[in-house]
């Protein structure tokens, strides 16, 4: 059997990512496809270098989704708030890309992203979209909102230290990198022209990036509240997110201590991998994959953690596939590892 | 069914290129794959950046290849010279990714590559294989010789002029500009170092390269002999060629009677793409695909085209599966063109 | 004794060069600089890469022009053909960056440019500024037009043929590969995105470039008119333009004729390089330079040319200080050569 | 007058910085330049992209050097244990770019460098390279240890907070991102070639990097001994070191407090720019110049610091000449600031 899918936003850089790796998924069927920027061309102009693409021509945003499909949202964040609710009252299945659901603090919310929520309801349905959280709620699942591209390079290597976040002393910091796919690429700013990005590195949005208020509240699932610092930079790369996170612990922890810690939370997950050091950790072995690859390393109280991901594989489209799997009771893997 | 294949020099570029490919074609099974820089390591350890990849362990070239299997020789000149002969002679089906048998002119060959052909009755027998122009013979053969990277991206736009090309005056001029995977960038040679790659441009081998004589020849294939020019340049780019083609005609042709021409030769085939200019011809549009791109102008009776393909595609391994494909009755495109 | 300069929009990468060559430079005061983009602010705001910069702050265009100075159009095509006039009428003397005042066919100039020329009177006086073609007519010149970017590599390797130019048989074909800031890379289009340049390349304006004319014309200085195909391409490198130039010839010569011929013409020449073989041409080796590089290789009658130089040296900045100098009886290398 | 200078070891990126930088100062004339690769090669062959260069050839390391002359050693740790002691006894001054004079514990040297330290009494003599640290000390100094490329990046930020230091709780974590040419991207190592670092990023030498030492050392200068916490990455660039560092207060420390000590700190410094957000720090203000950029920001009691500088320049050769102005009575800034 076929599920039905439609995308809100699809001629972008995580639209044109999904519908690649669709491309290899037999369980899906693109049956319509938006796009403000690009409607009334077909798939076959927009992505010229996609070799299957479905027969579709982009509609413009506001046009008729047809019934029973299930809607991804890779739309603006006040498009999902006004869109996700009717969607899901129509029976919708809905997956969305954008900030909109997921922090449950609504005074942050409005905060950060600087408009009122008018939804707040739907927070108590949705799923955050990390698999490695949250497989059995997103099983099945009407409503899932996938994480940012830099959060789940940074919550799961936290997260994934269970009961050792008690010990943590003072802010986790966070400083990642992110290749131009990541941090808005797409957009016609100067900021992201060939001759402001190549040859030239700074950080953006330190300690005022969208990201951090999910990051600090997933990475601190099953436990107590942790304090974060978190600086993203801008790198001269296509795609590709890695990170260098630094904790301090209260008392002694040893490094056969986290090992352990992570052997057992990575046991069973096709997308985890522990490398034997930090330093193997590369953004070239994770570009194109479902990947996350952690190492790490010690000294005295202080943990270091290099963890990587592509922005647009399991940072975007790949996590979106894996989710889209599970809420349709497909192999979470199915059209990620081949065969 | 499926049928078994060996990878010998599996360890590079092309063969990691083709294991991807590969893994989402289930009519192969890789069975033995063979690598002296990284015998006795498995194929995760080598490629980690690749979602599925067969549960093997890389053995030394010279390690037994199992019967009944189809051989891909992804090996130095003078290796493909000594296993070929021997392997056909034991009944496998080769598909040769070097040099050896493309001239068929043995004292050219014996001048570009500088030692002596020793199984050159073999010349009579090799398909060359670019299915475009020599499919009928590359279905179900039992040898094929695979192009140089460069030479599809060179061969094809003029081949496909048909019998334009007895129009032709004085030498063929072809600019070629490759990115460092084609170029030979696995190699340790300082020369590809990234300090004297990235933000530099350069010709090499100007009419010395030794992809020109099987340019020259296959070029011409149903016409008589053309003059070339060929100079290649190294680009600070990964993968991609891109060749600019300059045709000089006796007599006057016209547009319109290329473009005729054009879609005449290109009719029907999935991975030649005739663009309506040739500035939408890009190397991001090419890049991992199996698709030749073309486009052309003209100014008085001189023909200016634009080509562009992956030289790890259509200019190698998505080549090669394109001719495995041929040779065992297979969809020509299966496992390059999705679902 | 110093010279008074005034940079009419020196608010971009040609205006920043400049100011980096004069740097080193004592014998030019800088008492005047305009930019429409930037103005109001100071040179050290808008440059803080740069070392030195005189004490001043960026005024409007329409701003006035202070007496006896010297006035660097780095304007626009319109903009230099208002100001131009008058500028020379009040008694200043003038060099131009723009495309206006170097083509000699007025009907040329107004397809080219898709304006009418309203001073081409100007055109009788003007010199247009190679000073390896034309030192001495620059020499205390009032009005020097300074050439295209891509016009010094494309004209010095032809017209340093000499009479050898008058063998030349069919068009002489220009392949030229430019880095970003060459092309255009300061406007904020979509086509200088990161994510358009990088890891891509593709050719554009083929037999349309507005320098096109102006290679026609002045390859030709002292000699017949010569046919020209001229296809620019964009490099993923910042500065640097190669050009690969093919020759054919109706009758024999040798590639010692062209080697004599060369020497002849550069001998004396402090900026322009004739290097052993084509190869060792090198965006690298003329990267922040003034030189011009030249190799050649022939075969039968064709010859192959590879140029390079730097769009910003002796493509803009560089070459428009050799003219300054030269008008103001300086020496030809101060500030270009160190020291 | 001229002071006459020796580079030992001048074949490599930051020789040709140095003769770079030379080539606009008058007050050094370079006498004798060795190299143990390029040797027999005239600097011109060497370096063909330099416009002014002293007319000389490369000798080898172990030829006489001139008396008279300050010695300026861009040798390997080893050579430079040998070489310094002989030199110095000689009457030599001398400044030394490896890192055999920086660190005053024996035992911490022995560890880090693996080889026995014969000449630790020089540790009394040397004096560290850092003007804005140790200047009084280096003019007219006879012996200057010229710092790590890393390690003006990260000791002058930390150390300029003067007695704030004393607050710092926990390690100062310094999160580094290198070019390759500061990383060492001129031996021929494949962990440089362009496939590996091109589109690639990644951590290296955690808590292991031979500089981490000294920036310990030295950022601590007149205070306590504080923590460190040093991850040095590799960035696709050629030039450029941009270095984020965390460091926590044990008590309040506000935003203004910091700027007022940076202010202070800085007052007068020619080559350290306070920039108004740590965001307007990037690379590309600093390459190919002599500033080291500073930007701050805080949240709590955690302050994050982004500095920047070009390995090649503030980070090596034009630290070096800063420092041989000091040592010969010129002005600080000769050759590095125009004019």
Same mark, same amino acid.
């Given at each position: 059997?076929?599920?039905? !899918?439609?995308?809100? #936003?699809?001629?972008? /850089? %995580?639209?044109?990512?999904? !519908?690649?790796? *669709?491309?290899?998924?037999?369980?899906?069927?693109?049956?319509?496809?938006?796009?403000?920027?690009?409607?009334?061309? %077909?798939?076959? $102009?927009? +992505?010229?270098? &996609?070799? =299957?693409?479905?027969?579709?021509?982009?509609?413009?945003?506001?046009?008729?989704?047809?019934?029973?499909?299930? @809607?991804?949202?890779?739309?603006?964040? $006040?498009?999902?708030?006004?869109?996700?609710?009717? /969607?899901?009252?129509?029976?919708?299945?809905?997956?969305?890309?954008? #900030?909109?659901?997921?922090?449950?603090?609504?005074?942050? +919310?409005?905060? @950060?992203?600087? +408009?009122?929520?008018?939804?707040?309801?739907?927070? &108590?349905?949705?799923?955050?979209?990390?698999?490695?959280?949250?497989?059995?709620?997103?099983?099945?699942?009407?409503?899932?909102?996938?994480?940012?591209?830099?959060?789940?390079?940074?919550?799961?290597?936290?997260?994934? *230290?269970?009961?050792?976040?008690?010990?943590?002393?003072?802010? @986790?910091?966070?400083?990642?990198?992110? #290749? @131009?796919?990541?941090?808005?690429?797409? %957009?016609?700013?100067?900021?992201?022209?060939? %001759?402001?990005?190549?040859?030239?590195?700074?950080? =953006?949005?330190?300690?005022?990036?969208?990201?951090?208020? $999910?990051?600090? &509240?997933?990475?601190?699932?099953?436990?107590?509240?942790?304090?974060?610092?978190?600086?993203?930079? *801008?790198?001269?790369?296509?795609?590709?997110?890695?990170?260098?996170?630094?904790?301090?612990?209260?008392?002694?922890?040893? &490094?056969?201590?986290?090992?352990?810690?992570?052997?057992?939370?990575?046991?069973? $997950?096709?997308?985890?991998?522990?490398?034997?050091?930090?330093?193997?950790?590369?953004?070239?072995?994770?570009?194109?994959?479902?990947? /996350?690859?952690? #190492?790490?390393?010690?000294?005295?109280?202080?943990?270091?953690?290099?963890?990587?991901?592509?922005?647009?594989?399991?940072?975007?489209?790949?996590?979106?596939?894996?989710? !889209?799997?599970?809420?349709?009771?497909?192999?979470?893997?199915?059209? !990620?590892?081949?065969?």
């Amino acid at each position: 059997m076929t599920e039905k !899918l439609a995308i809100i #936003g699809g001629g972008g /850089l %995580t639209g044109r990512e999904l !519908l690649k790796l *669709l491309s290899h998924h037999d369980g899906f069927e693109i049956i319509h496809i938006t796009s403000n920027q690009v409607n009334g061309k %077909t798939l076959r $102009e927009v +992505f010229p270098s &996609e070799a =299957y693409l479905p027969n579709l021509t982009f509609a413009k945003h506001d046009s008729e989704i047809p019934k029973d499909c299930t @809607v991804v949202l890779a739309t603006p964040n $006040e498009a999902s708030l006004d869109m996700a609710p009717k /969607l899901l009252k129509k029976g919708h299945r809905v997956i969305d890309l954008s #900030g909109t659901f997921r922090l449950h603090d609504k005074a942050k +919310f409005e905060a @950060v992203y600087k +408009f009122q929520h008018t939804a707040f309801d739907l927070m &108590e349905q949705v799923v955050f979209g990390i698999p490695e959280l949250f497989r059995l709620k997103i099983k099945g699942a009407k409503f899932v909102s996938n994480p940012g591209c830099f959060s789940t390079s940074a919550i799961l290597p936290v997260a994934l *230290l269970g009961d050792l976040r008690k010990k943590i002393a003072g802010p @986790v910091i966070i400083d990642s990198k992110s #290749g @131009v796919s990541g941090a808005g690429g797409r %957009t016609e700013e100067i900021t992201f022209a060939f %001759t402001h990005v190549y040859e030239n590195f700074r950080a =953006y949005k330190i300690l005022s990036h969208q990201h951090e208020p $999910e990051i600090s &509240e997933y990475m601190a699932t099953g436990s107590e509240p942790l304090e974060l610092i978190f600086t993203p930079h *801008l790198l001269p790369v296509y795609r590709g997110i890695l990170s260098t996170i630094y904790i301090n612990f209260k008392e002694d922890v040893s &490094e056969s201590e986290i090992l352990t810690q992570y052997q057992k939370s990575m046991a069973g $997950e096709t997308f985890l991998r522990l490398l034997p050091t930090p330093e193997a950790v590369e953004l070239r072995n994770v570009q194109n994959t479902n990947f /996350l690859d952690i #190492g790490f390393r010690m000294r005295g109280n202080t943990l270091v953690i290099v963890s990587a991901l592509d922005n647009l594989g399991k940072g975007a489209a790949g996590q979106a596939l894996q989710n !889209l799997n599970l809420m349709h009771g497909y192999d979470e893997g199915k059209g !990620l590892v081949g065969r």
